[in-house]
């Protein structure tokens, strides 16, 4: 089955950048899916397809895919963005949807 | 303003079946335009997709909960329903109901519901 590898944690102060990294075999080949989750609610689309930001979400998100890696990069980070993020693909060659297990965002 | 809302028991027995139910509101499960799917989330732990069904009733399933689970639309009440057979402790987790994909291929889930968790124990 297709394995989506991403860092436990990243931490990151306040008005620096971050990036959370999401490692799959060809995953450039594939449309990756970001969700940002905070503690006790459900997770919200950030990024889409790569690169696209639904309605609401700050230019501060955006994403990159290519390779073996999508990354996610939040600029000027706030408190607020404190949360943990899962990447997300579409597995054609199983039928499987699959979420990489997760990053702990930590803002110092 | 689509919102999703789950429900269902928060205590099922092991070997049971657990049911759960989403209620849309703001948006229409037979109008094709998305698929309506299940996700769920152990304590403390990530997320795995479970599955999705179409308006015209076409379900997609994890293949490692395939044989365990079904899920089916009630389009006279707006909702969709997920039954997992056979339950274990491992099936623990905070349930979501969620919009997505979309009939045009993109696969990810942009609307969701609050969660609901529920507990396997005797």
């Known amino acids: 089955s297709y394995v989506l590898t991403q860092p436990p944690s990243v931490s990151v102060a306040p008005g620096q950048t971050a990036r959370v990294t999401c490692g799959g075999d060809?995953?450039?080949?594939?449309?990756v899916h970001w969700y940002q989750q905070k503690p006790g609610q459900a997770p919200v689309l950030v990024v889409y397809?790569?690169?696209d930001r639904p309605s609401g979400i700050p230019d501060r998100f955006s994403g990159s895919n290519s390779g073996n890696t999508a990354t996610l990069t939040i600029s000027r980070v706030e408190a607020g963005d404190e949360a943990d993020y899962y990447c997300?693909?579409?597995?054609?060659?199983?039928?499987?949807?699959?979420f990489g297990g997760g990053t702990e965002l930590t803002v110092l | 303003q689509v919102q999703l809302q789950e429900s269902g028991p928060g205590l099922v027995r092991p070997s049971q079946t657990l049911s759960l139910s989403c209620a849309v509101s703001?948006?229409?499960?037979?109008?094709?335009?998305?698929?309506w799917s299940w996700i769920r989330q152990p304590p403390g732990k990530g997320l795995e997709w479970m599955g999705y069904?179409?308006?015209?009733?076409?379900?997609y399933y994890n293949p490692s909960l395939k044989s365990r689970l079904t899920m089916s639309l009630e389009m006279s009440k707006n909702q969709f329903s997920l039954k997992l057979t056979s339950v274990t402790a491992a099936d623990t987790a905070v349930y979501y109901c969620?919009?997505?994909?979309?009939?045009?291929?993109?696969?990810?889930?942009?609307?969701w519901g609050q969660g609901t968790l529920v507990t396997v124990s005797s």
């Open positions: 969620a919009r997505g994909p979309t009939k045009w291929g993109l696969k990810n889930f942009d609307k």
């Open positions: 997300q693909v579409w597995d054609s060659r199983n039928d499987n949807l699959v």
């Open positions: 703001g948006d229409s499960t037979k109008s094709g335009e998305h698929y």
């Open positions: 060809d995953i450039g080949s594939k449309s």
């Open positions: 069904i179409y308006s015209s009733g076409n379900t």
């Open positions: 397809d790569d690169s």
